[in-house]
Structure formats: C-alpha cells, structure tokens
C-alpha cells in the first residue's frame, strides 16, 4: 500500500523543509485484508465505523507527530462517472481523472474533529476536507495533469472541483484550466458542475491566485477567488510531482479554506525545463 502523511503550515520549496513528511510506497497489506479496520507499518491505522460515512484515523511516528481525529461526511459519495449525480460523467478529457486510477472514484465532504499533536504543541481540530475515494490501478507514469481543489465555507456550502491544464506551461505563468469534474455541496447535497475555468496566476509552479468560475446543474453561478497562504512540493506517488497551495476563498462576504494542488508527472518537467 501506499501512504503518505504530510504536515505543512508554511510557505516552502523543498519538501524536507515541511513540519513533517512520512511518504511510504510499498507498505505490506495488513493481514486481515479487510480495509474496516487496519493498522500499516508506519504508525497509521483506521476502523471505519459507519461504511461511507464515518472514519476514526490515528497515526503516531513515536516522536514528533500524533493524529488522532474522526471524519464524518456531510454529504454522500459523489460518483464522477454517474451521469445522474455528475452532468460532466461522459466527458472524455485525457485528464487523471480519465485514467484507470479514478475507475471506481468518488468524492466527498466531510467535518474533521480530535487532535493533533506535533512537536510537543497539541492543536484542537475542527475542520473540514473533501476525500478523494478511488479505486483502480495506478500507473506510475501518468502523462494526464490535474487541479484537485477545494473551498469549504462551513458544514452546508462547500465546493470541490478538479480541472485539466496544459503541462507545457511553465513558472511565473497564467494558467487557465478547463473544469473536467466537481459539485457544489449545498444542505447536504452535491450538485453536479457542469461547466467552469480556473485562472491560476503562478508564483513560480505554485498557484498563487486563483479565480473560479463555475456554473452547475441547475445553472447557478458560483465565482470566487483563492489567494495562497502556504505552499509546498507534494510527492503523492514515485513518478509525479504536485504543487500543493492552502488558499483562503472569498465568495461575496463569505470565506473559505480548502487545499489546491496541480499535479504533473516527471516527464512533464523534462520538457519544461530543457
């Protein structure tokens, strides 16, 4: 199995210079093969205590980082391939999102509560995150690219949408993102997005602005804009590099947090760079 654990809460370049990084690709399955309730190798464990609704996640490195806190969805699973929950289903960008990896995907929101405890400091956590569900095989050279972002504006509104960009742009550039799929989670329902662009200004590769425009299933227009407070390089999988940003969103009077991350393989940056 692969896990990852990252911690960052600043603006960096590299990814040793984070709070903390635990990245392991080939963890042993646990013996039970059941995914209810399991413990890895690097100090992670969960039990899924209601199936699709609710997740007791713990992790303890034995020095510098403790993790104890449950997810609890507000919404049902978004399926990105059912026509009846996602108007953008049949749509065929060569994006990560039509790749094999995304075959049994969803998305969807949820509240964060517990604790973590980093270097001795113990911080409250009640929050919010979108979690990416997928099923499938995943290649390690993946030439699609991908935007993965969210804006969570409290436990009824929330946004959550991935775009395909062109790889061959580089550093310092504007970049305007075609949407491929996402929703707007309203009262505890996802509504489909059916059309939208993000505008991402660079700071070198990471978005340093971004301006969504988006209008979903029942022709409601949504345009808010995020502004990056930290920033790191996040290496999810052996052959790919994402450029992971923490914007603050502002829609009219509201604010919003949410993660964005611009994800591209290896190869992509031979061609960038030389």
């Known amino acids: 199995m692969n896990s990852a654990i990252f911690v960052n809460s600043r603006r960096v370049t590299s990814s040793w210079e984070i709070d903390f990084w635990d990245s392991r690709a080939y963890l042993p399955m646990p013996e039970s093969g059941s995914l209810l309730d399991y413990s890895l ?17 713990s992790y303890d490195n034995g020095e510098s ?12 699973g978004f399926d990105i391939h059912d026509a009846a929950m996602d108007p953008r289903a049949k749509n065929s960008a060569g ?39 997928s099923w499938g095989v995943r290649e390690e050279k993946q030439l699609g690219t991908m935007t993965w972002l969210q ?27 075609e949407i491929t799929h996402g929703y707007v989670m309203d009262h505890g329902k996802g509504i489909g997005l059916k059309e939208g662009t993000a505008t991402i200004r660079r700071r070198g590769m990471y978005a340093e602005t971004i301006d969504l425009h988006l209008t979903d299933a029942e022709d409601r227009v949504w345009e808010l804009t995020g502004e990056a407070q930290t920033q790191f390089p996040c290496q999810f999988w ?32 031979t061609k960038l760079y030389n």
């Open 238 to 269: 052996p052959g790919s590099m994402a450029f992971m940003v923490l914007p603050k969103w502002t829609m009219g009077d509201l604010t919003a947090y949410g993660t964005s991350t611009d994800f591209l393989d290896l190869y992509h940056y």
């Open 151 to 177: 804006a969570h504006f409290n436990h009824d509104l929330a946004i959550h949408s991935m775009f395909a960009f062109d790889p061959t742009i580089g550093p310092d550039q504007e970049v305007i993102a």
């Open 95 to 133: 994006d990560l999102s039509g790749s094999a990896a995304y075959a049994g995907h969803f998305d969807m929101t949820g509240k964060i509560t517990g604790e973590v405890t980093l270097n001795g400091v113990t911080h409250k956590v009640d929050s919010m995150s979108t979690m990416d569900h």
């Open 65 to 76: 980082l403790k993790i104890d806190v449950r997810y609890e969805a507000l919404m049902d």
């Open 41 to 57: 190798d690097n100090g992670l464990s969960v039990i899924c205590r209601e199936p699709n609704k609710v997740w007791d996640l």
